[in-house]
C-alpha cells in the first residue's frame, strides 16, 4: 500500500484517485474548490461517468479514499502526488498553465520530506522542468524530489475501464528511479510500461490526441466527397478498416469532435510547433474541416427548409459523446448559436446533460425526453450518439414534427429506411445522388 495525492478532482483527477485506491492503496484527493469536496464527502460526484458514484462509495468505506481542501493535510504521509488539474486553452490556443503553477508552489511549500511528484495533467512539452524548477525555487525545506510525467489516456464515458485496462502507460522522467517507482504503482494493471524522458512522454499524448483528431477529420473529409460523388461513406470507412495497417477505429463520420481534450489539444500542438517556427499545415486543416462540419449541419437544415428564420429546429444529443456530460466545445453549442443567429427556436434534449446545458447555452430550451423534442419542430439534428435515440419510435416522431425532416450528424440512422417512411432524411456522407444520376 502507498500513499498517494490527487490534486484536483476533475475527469482525471478523480478517476485516477479512485482507482489507484481501488488497487489497495491509501489516496487523498484535493481541491481548493470547497464545494467539490464537500460535495464527494457526501456522495455527489463532481462528473457524470459510468461506475465512478460505486467506486468511491466502496474505498471511502474501506477508509482508502479520503478528500480534502488542505495542502498539508493531504501532503502528510503522502509518497506520490499527481497533479490532475485543468489546463485549459489560452488566448492563442496556448494551454494555460496557471493552476499547475498554483499546485506546484503550495505543493513546494508544505512538502517537509522526500516526494515524487508526477504530471497527470495534460501540459506542453517542457512543463516537466518548468515545475520542477518552480519546486526547486519555491520549497521551504530541501526535501528531495524528483518529476515524472504521467500523461492521461482516459477516454470520458469509459475512463474507469480505460485506466484499469490501458493500451500502455508512459512514464517520462530524467530521475529513472523515480520512474520505476511510478511503474510499480502500476504493476497491478500487467500494461505495457514505456519509459522514456520527460519531454517524450509529454510529446507522446499531444501527438496521440492529434493524430486521432487528424482521423476524424479525414474520415469526415472523405465524406464531404462521398456526398458530391454518391458514395456512402460508411461503407467506404469499413473497407478501409479492413487494411490492418490503417484498422476501423475512428473513422465515423459526423459532426466533428468536441470535448475537454481533442480541440485543446490540437490548438496547443500547433501553438507550439507556430512558436518555434515550425508550420503545423496539417494540424491547421484538422481544426478547420472540423469546424466546417458544424456549418455543415447548418447549411443542410437551410437545404431541406430553406430560410430558418422562424423555423423550430431540434437537437438531439448535447454532451459531446455519449456517456457523459461534458459539453466543452460540444458541437451541439455551435450548431445551436448559428441556428439561433439565422432566426430559428432551437429545443434540445440529453439524456445526462441538460444540467450542463441550462448553463452553457441557455439560449435553448430544453425537453423531457426526445419526443417532446420533436413535437412541433420542423428539423431535428441528431448531434449525439446516444443508445435511446438509435431506438426511437420514429413513426410517432414523425407524427409529432411539423416536417419530417432529420439532419442525422451520427450517422446511426439507415437512409433507404428512413426515406422509405417519408423522412426528408441527410446523412454525412451517405450516398446521395449525383446530378449526373438524376
Known amino acids: ?17 479512485v482507482c489507484f485506491a481501488d488497487l489497495g492503496n491509501r489516496v487523498t484527493c484535493l481541491d481548493i474548490n470547497e464545494e467539490k469536496i464537500e460535495n464527494l464527502k457526501n456522495g455527489i460526484m463532481p462528473i457524470y461517468e459510468p461506475g465512478l458514484e460505486e467506486l468511491v462509495e466502496r474505498n471511502v468505506a474501506a477508509d ?40 506546484a508552489q503550495a505543493v513546494a511549500q508544505e512538502m517537509d520530506h522526500p516526494l515524487i511528484i508526477v504530471n497527470k495533467s495534460t501540459v506542453p512539452v517542457g512543463t516537466g522542468d518548468w515545475v520542477s524548477n518552480i519546486i526547486r525555487e519555491t520549497r521551504n525545506h530541501d526535501a528531495e524530489f524528483a518529476v515524472v510525467s504521467n500523461p492521461e489516456f482516459l477516454r470520458e464515458g469509459s475512463a474507469i475501464s480505460d485506466f484499469m485496462y490501458p493500451d500502455r502507460v508512459v512514464l517520462g522522467s530524467l530521475d529513472p528511479d523515480a520512474a520505476e517507482k511510478v511503474a510499480q504503482l502500476y504493476l497491478p494493471l500487467r500494461a505495457t510500461i514505456m519509459l522514456t524522458d520527460l519531454r517524450t512522454a509529454e510529446m507522446i499524448k499531444y501527438a496521440s490526441n492529434a493524430f486521432l483528431a487528424t482521423r476524424i477529420s479525414f474520415i469526415n473529409e472523405i465524406a464531404n466527397i462521398c456526398e458530391a460523388l454518391g458514395a456512402d461513406v460508411k461503407e467506404v470507412a469499413t473497407g478501409m478498416g479492413y487494411d490492418t495497417r490503417i484498422g476501423p477505429h475512428f473513422l465515423d463520420a459526423g459532426v466533428g469532435y468536441g470535448g475537454s481534450c481533442f480541440p485543446k489539444d490540437v490548438k496547443a500542438l500547433a501553438f507550439m510547433a507556430d512558436s518555434k517556427g515550425r508550420h503545423p499545415q496539417l494540424l491547421h486543416a484538422v481544426m478547420e474541416i472540423n469546424q466546417f462540419q458544424r456549418e455543415a449541419a447548418i447549411l443542410k437544415l437551410e437545404e431541406a427548409l430553406g430560410d430558418l428564420n422562424g423555423k423550430t429546429i431540434g437537437l438531439l444529443g448535447l454532451s459531446f459523446k455519449p456517456n457523459t456530460d461534458d459539453m466543452r466545445d460540444a458541437p451541439a453549442i455551435s450548431i445551436a448559436k448559428m441556428a439561433i443567429d439565422k432566426g430559428a427556436r432551437v429545443r434540445g434534449y440529453d439524456p445526462v446533460a441538460m444540467n450542463v446545458a441550462t448553463r452553457v447555452i441557455p439560449e435553448i430550451e430544453l425537453m423531457k425526453n426526445a419526443y417532446d423534442t420533436a413535437d412541433g419542430c420542423d428539423a431535428l439534428v441528431i448531434v449525439t450518439d446516444w443508445n435511446e435515440f438509435k431506438h426511437l419510435d ?45
Open 1 to 17: 500500500m502507498k500513499n498517494i495525492t490527487v490534486i484536483g478532482v476533475g475527469y482525471v483527477g478523480i478517476v485516477t484517485g
Open 64 to 103: 482508502r479514499l479520503t478528500f480534502t481542501t488542505s495542502y498539508a493535510e493531504a501532503l502528510q504521509d503522502a509518497e506520490f502526488v499527481f497533479i490532475a488539474v485543468g489546463t485549459p486553452e489560452g488566448v492563442d490556443g496556448e494551454a494555460d498553465l496557471r493552476y499547475v503553477r498554483m499546485a
Open 394 to 438: 420514429l413513426i410517432r416522431i414523425q407524427e409529432l414534427m411539423n416536417q419530417p425532416v432529420i439532419v442525422d450528424g451520427r450517422n446511426i440512422y439507415d437512409p433507404p429506411t428512413m426515406k422509405a417512411m417519408g423522412f426528408n432524411y441527410q446523412g454525412v456522407g451517405r450516398g446521395y445522388e449525383t446530378e449526373e444520376s438524376e
